[in-house]
């Protein structure tokens, strides 16, 4: 699909075939230094600031909302309303004021991802652009602002250039990092991740940031399998926490490491802890849907997931649903949350957002499957990162190229090209190519493996691996050697 900048900020078109050019287009803008940044995941600027602790009486918008930007860490819904009003305000009297017009380039980008609300992206974008277009190329919170954007829309290359800029100018700035490792792991450079998490452990930061530092460091020991140490991390994150919402955000990723060990128990804790903190916490509603469907307690599950859609429709909550609504056979449902995905899909493409990778596991499965391997070989090319191996490996065999769909298979999971991660449905993935390919042992060997990782993986998936399983039937006993 081709996606069309007309300028600074403008949403864009989709239309396939000129997607790369768009890309390219994006590369220019990065490299020309005057450009944009957006600070993905948390408000992130100027830490001499300390954030609001919870349990003090609230400040008022004007001494909240450095605070809560300072921080580096999750912010509450509210506080972002109240943050976006004030910086508008003063903007319309202070229009050269470059920190302020990146103080509201964060926090559209934060709403946006707060409520999947696609939308505020471009406004991001507009912002942030401004603050360089006023303070210059050594504007270190707009670059590292556009990175974060960058990764939100899912353009790491993008968002590794504005990144390296930002570090190259404040070294010892620790949010940088943070923007560094989303961008590495995303191209698949898991060796820079590694090394840009070094960088940030070794900066020793400490108080407000502390916990933000421990939940990043969390996400790079899930990726290389260490979940012990990653539920640790987030642990120590969330008891540091010092607001709701950012307390209630590690809660919910706590809650997301428990799941994939298929730890249903220890899953819902965490995800109702979070919803008890922060009840806007959607991850933690449609988590607890993931975890009361494994538990057969379907009608509650089916309301968490209407929850969760209700105040962040995001395209992946709804092909959750639709998928458990077609496990329980329900199909008119499940295609209705089928077509929210695509529209859903097609406004964040509007507005910048890369969703292919989404559209192409969703194709795969539920719609075009040649269509899902075009979109996802486009997608490799360019973000060549393990999730988009197994996407694309799986559309492959989807489509019957077993043999090259096992190569990608086997870099989703190959420790040494960074698939650490223990994940139950790459070994899924897996084991059915090689069952599909009559590799016997190793077919077995992995669907038991998804299995044992996560045994509640996917409510359509689970029972096909049993079956297959069955089907490939016990391995031969072999006779004891002679002696």
Known sequence: MEKR????????????????????????????????????????????????????????????????????????????????GDRERHLRTHPRDARAWAVLGTAYLERGRRTADAANYPRAERALRESLDVKGAKNVEALEGLAALANTRRDFEVARDWGEQAQKLAPKRWTTYGVLIDAYTGLGDYKASRGALDKLLALHTKGAARPAVMARASAVYRDRGWREDAAAQLADAAAAA????????????????????????????????????????RAAAAGQGRVLAALGRTSEALTAYRAALAERP?????????????????????????????????????????????????????????????????????????????????????????????????????????????SALYSFHLGMIEGELELTAPARRHLQEALRINPYFSPLRVP????????????????????
């Open 5 to 84: 900048q007309s300028g600074p900020g403008t949403s864009l078109v989709a239309e396939r075939p000129r997607r790369r050019r768009r890309r390219l287009l994006r590369r220019v803008l990065v490299v020309s230094v005057t450009g944009t940044a957006a600070v993905g995941g948390a408000l992130m600027l100027l830490p001499k600031e300390t954030p609001h602790r919870a349990g003090l009486p609230a400040a008022g918008p004007r001494a909240q909302a450095p605070a809560v930007v300072t921080a580096g860490v999750p912010a509450a819904l509210p506080d972002l309303t109240r943050l976006i």
């Open 242 to 281: 010092r607001t709701p919402a950012e307390q209630a955000d590690y809660l919910a990723r706590a809650g997301q490491l428990a799941w994939e060990r298929g730890d249903r128990e220890d899953a819902l804790r965490h995800f109702r802890a979070a919803l008890r903190v922060d009840p806007g916490q």
């Open 314 to 422: 995001c395209p992946e909550y709804a092909l959750e649903l639709g998928e458990l609504y077609e496990s329980l056979g329900r199909e008119e449902e499940a295609k209705a949350q089928y077509d929210l995905v695509r529209d859903r899909a097609a406004r964040d493409e509007a507005d910048g957002v890369d969703e292919e990778l989404l559209l192409g596991r969703f194709e795969a499965d539920h719609g075009d499957r040649e269509e899902a391997v075009e979109r996802l070989r486009d997608e490799w090319g360019m973000q060549p990162g393990i999730e988009v191996a197994d996407a694309l490996g799986w559309a492959l065999h989807r489509v019957g190229e077993d043999e090259e769909a096992l190569e990608f298979a086997r870099i989703a999971t190959d420790k040494d090209k960074g698939g650490g991660v223990r």
């Open 464 to 483: 096909v691996a049993r079956a297959a399983l069955a089907r490939l039937g016990e391995p031969p006993k072999e006779d004891p050697p002679e002696s």
